[in-house]
């Protein structure tokens, strides 16, 4: 898959970034994340996950805002992680009206409650506080279309994976990606709950 084939916006963007043409192995993902499969996507650092994950992410959600429910939910390791990756989603979405927010410990609940009741389109969250959201009802997964973890590595961490698993459990049809450098035993559970479609997609050596 080239990128002369997505949304026009999205393609400006790239282009605007400097991005000539997809690595091998995001012309590997990118077509099987947008037939709307769930993936474990694994492949070493510097291979273009993550530039990948944000690019189908805003493909999906068609490069603009719509109603208030989040349609895109990407779990982080943790603070660090979410604020680098919002940075990286705004450098695209520019020129695009899609709404990101962060949510993570450090932050009032009740204010992060309201941020998002007023209309998000992509959260970025550390486990523990998107689960705690969740429990006080801090946010709507009804519109729900991804479920991502990135850099899924953080699983191995006690206590979080219980965090992930619960949103699943809840919520209707949606496409799930994991996005790590190997598959980790914490990462294998997941099969056993809302992964057991996935394909394993490896970078080639």
């Given at each position: 898959?080239?990128?002369?084939?997505l949304?026009?916006?999205?393609?400006?963007?790239i282009?605007?970034?400097?991005?000539?043409s997809p690595?091998?192995f995001?012309?590997?993902?990118l077509?099987?994340?947008?037939?709307?499969?769930d993936?474990?996507?694994?492949?070493?650092e510097?291979?273009?996950?993550?530039?990948?994950?944000?690019?189908?992410?805003?493909?999906?959600?068609n490069?603009?805002?719509?109603?208030?429910?989040?349609?895109?939910?990407?779990?982080?390791?943790?603070?660090e992680?979410?604020?680098?990756l919002?940075?990286?989603?705004?450098e695209?979405?520019?020129?695009?009206?899609l709404?990101?927010?962060c949510a993570?410990?450090?932050q009032?609940i009740?204010?992060?409650?309201d941020?998002?009741?007023?209309?998000?389109?992509?959260?970025?969250?550390?486990?523990?506080?998107?689960s705690?959201l969740?429990s006080?009802?801090?946010?709507?997964?009804?519109?729900?279309q991804?479920?991502?973890?990135?850099?899924?590595?953080?699983l191995s961490?006690?206590?979080?994976?219980d965090?992930?698993?619960?949103i699943?459990?809840?919520?209707?049809?949606?496409?799930?990606?994991?996005?790590a450098e190997?598959?980790?035993?914490?990462?294998?559970?997941?099969q056993?709950?809302?992964?057991e479609r996935?394909q394993?997609?490896?970078?080639?050596?």
């Amino acid at each position: 898959m080239s990128f002369k084939k997505l949304n026009p916006l999205l393609k400006e963007a790239i282009e605007r970034l400097g991005y000539e043409s997809p690595t091998a192995f995001q012309k590997k993902i990118l077509p099987k994340i947008k037939s709307g499969a769930d993936l474990y996507l694994l492949a070493p650092e510097d291979s273009g996950k993550t530039t990948a994950m944000i690019i189908s992410v805003i493909q999906k959600l068609n490069s603009e805002a719509f109603e208030d429910s989040p349609r895109a939910l990407i779990y982080v390791k943790d603070k660090e992680a979410a604020l680098e990756l919002e940075q990286k989603f705004k450098e695209f979405t520019r020129e695009m009206d899609l709404r990101i927010y962060c949510a993570y410990e450090e932050q009032n609940i009740d204010d992060q409650k309201d941020d998002i009741y007023y209309g998000v389109d992509i959260v970025i969250a550390t486990p523990k506080r998107l689960s705690k959201l969740f429990s006080m009802t801090g946010i709507h997964l009804g519109q729900l279309q991804l479920f991502i973890l990135e850099d899924a590595e953080f699983l191995s961490k006690p206590g979080l994976i219980d965090d992930v698993v619960r949103i699943p459990m809840s919520i209707n049809k949606c496409q799930y990606l994991v996005f790590a450098e190997k598959m980790e035993p914490k990462m294998k559970r997941l099969q056993d709950m809302f992964m057991e479609r996935a394909q394993i997609v490896k970078m080639a050596k």
